[in-house]
């Protein structure tokens, strides 16, 4: 009787495992990277979750920061505008840097100046897939779990991202609402 029931456990456990490793391997291709994308980024890798966005994504939001700046300088408040981009110096030159390697600075820039504890939970943050909606102009939402560690407890919080294909690629288009 104790062996039956062992090799019945056994079976369970085995096939718990099997079902479990197929449905991880079961993600998508968004799903995947929209994961690599949200981990990286929580967990500091700057330059591949940056790698992971749709370039011209970048390049857009770079000619924004470049067209807001101009008009600062034109109106006579460059050193504001200054001041709200972390003080950076020479934001001139900044701004001449390729989209990827501005916003890994500014986002760094950004980080320096957090708290400790925040630094940490964000290392320590998990991203789980919870599900992906395809649609007909070829964009996916990909819905996900963030789980953060606090003080008080594991604070869960559900976001999401839209993806598009970049040169035969998923890459992040922007944030899900």
Not at 23 to 51: C, R, V
Not at 134 to 157: A, D, I, M, Y
Request: no cysteine.
């Amino acid at each position: 009787m104790r062996i039956k029931l062992l090799i019945i456990t056994v079976s369970l456990i085995i096939s718990h495992i099997s079902i479990t490793g197929s449905i991880a391997e079961e993600l998508s291709d968004p799903e995947k990277i929209a994961q690599e994308y949200m981990t990286a980024f929580f967990h500091g890798n700057l330059e591949l979750s940056f790698s992971l966005m749709h370039p011209d994504v970048l390049e857009k939001q770079k000619s924004s920061i470049i067209e807001a700046y101009d008009n600062a300088k034109k109106n006579g408040n460059a050193e504001k505008f200054r001041q709200s981009f972390h003080n950076i110096d020479d934001l001139d030159s900044t701004l001449q840097l390729p989209a990827k390697d501005l916003f890994i600075f500014l986002t760094k820039k950004y980080r320096e100046r957090a708290p400790e504890q925040f630094k940490e939970a964000m290392k320590n943050t998990i991203v789980r897939v919870v599900g992906s909606s395809s649609f007909e102009n070829g964009t996916v939402r990909v819905s996900l779990e963030v789980t953060t560690p606090t003080k008080s407890g594991p604070h869960k919080q559900m976001t999401g991202l839209v993806l598009s294909k970049y040169d035969g690629s998923w890459r992040v288009v922007k944030n899900a609402k």
